[in-house]
């Protein structure tokens, strides 16, 4: 059995992507889908296990943030952010979160010597920054589980945003300064002399994460 992990597509959903998900049996999405759009076009595929993300509107309300099941002869948790996954993650042999757009693989150690994969396949939706395109396939057979990375390359246009010359923190501190005045992206990048898409990202980070400091930007944009 193969099973497609995937989160974060901010509503684009690759052809890259849905050729790795051809031969699946299931998908399992860790939230930020943004619209249901895409869940329809993924069920077309396989069935889908999906939790909410941040990023959500109204029409996701019914998903649950968290989920808890069985597939494959494995037990799974399932969740956008790290911190709405269970205290004690011992029971079960797979953890899937999402949020940070980075790809994650950590073991940890589980009684009586069984261990637990702790993943994060990372962003295959727009390319954020730095950041690499990725999703994970797992395949289970009668001998065990493994999963695979997997890497789609990024097209010409979506090279990343270039920082101006000078400190990207203090760039970075503008551009949320600005937004917080109400200023658009393109009047930003004019006044400042910056990369309209680095404005975007970094505007769009600040306004989808509440609260969210420069090194915090800095830390979600792989700098």
Request: hydrophobic share 40%.
């Amino acid at each position: 059995m193969k099973i497609g992990i995937l989160s974060d597509t901010h509503d684009l959903l690759r052809p890259e992507v849905i050729a790795h998900l051809r031969d699946c049996g299931c998908i399992l999405h860790g939230g930020d889908i943004s619209s249901p759009g895409i869940l329809e076009r993924l069920g077309e595929i396989a069935p889908v296990k999906v939790v909410r993300g941040n990023n959500e509107k109204d029409w996701a309300e019914e998903l649950p943030v968290s989920l808890d099941f069985a597939l494959g002869g494995l037990r799974f948790c399932m969740a956008h952010k790290k911190k709405d996954l269970p205290g004690d993650l011992s029971a079960f042999d797979v953890v899937i979160f999402g949020h940070s757009h980075r790809y994650e693989e950590a073991w940890l150690p589980s009684a009586g010597g069984r261990r637990t994969l702790l993943l994060n396949p990372g962003s295959c939706g727009p390319r954020r920054f730095l950041q690499p395109i990725t999703l994970a396939v797992m395949e289970i057979t009668e001998d065990g589980w493994q999963v695979k990375r997997i890497e789609i390359p990024h097209a010409p246009r979506e090279a990343a945003p270039k920082p101006g010359t000078g400190d990207i923190r203090r760039q970075i501190e503008i551009v949320v300064k600005e937004t917080q005045r109400g200023q658009t992206v393109a009047a930003i990048a004019q006044r400042y002399s910056l990369d309209p898409a680095l404005v975007e990202q970094i505007a769009r980070l600040y306004v989808t994460h509440p609260g969210v400091t420069a090194d915090g930007i800095m830390t979600k944009m792989g700098l």
